[in-house]
Nanobody, 122 residues
Framework: VHVVESGGGLVQAGGSLRLSCTAS????????IGWFRQAPGKEREFVGA????????HYANSVKGRFTISRDNAKNTVYLQMDSLKPEDTAVYLC????????????????WGQGTQVTVFT
């Protein structure tokens, strides 16, 4: 399943952004979708994930309470709503599909898009 991320940009600390992860393949709805981020010189970091039906979610502690993942399978799209953004949230954000039950390991994911840059300034 090929995915494309969008919605990144430049935002002041405390602000919000909503990222989208969209696929053209209808089989998208069969997969859990994970969001990761990668800052320069750092490893890819798990942000959160949502199961195929949208009722199961899991977040990294660093974003819990600030970020929310949702999905609209009719639109083949998963969203990452990011509120109360901090400068340390600055990174390229990527999404990917998985059929695995453990969501935090990037090796469990099938394919990656180009990502979308999020930059948070003070």
């Amino acid at each position: 399943v090929h995915v494309v991320e969008s919605g990144g940009g430049l935002v002041q600390a405390g602000g919000s952004l909503r990222l989208s992860c969209t696929a053209s393949d209808q089989s998208f709805s069969n997969y859990a979708i994970g969001w990761f981020r990668q800052a320069p010189g750092k490893e890819r970091e798990f942000v959160g994930a949502i199961n195929w039906g949208g009722r199961g979610r899991h977040y990294a502690n660093s974003v819990k309470g600030r970020f929310t993942i949702s999905r609209d399978n009719a639109k083949n799209t998963v969203y990452l709503q990011m509120d109360s953004l901090k400068p340390e949230d600055t990174a390229v954000y990527l999404c990917s599909p998985t059929l695995a039950s453990y969501w935090e390991d990037p090796l469990e994911y099938d394919s990656w898009g180009q990502g979308t840059q999020v930059t948070v300034f003070t």
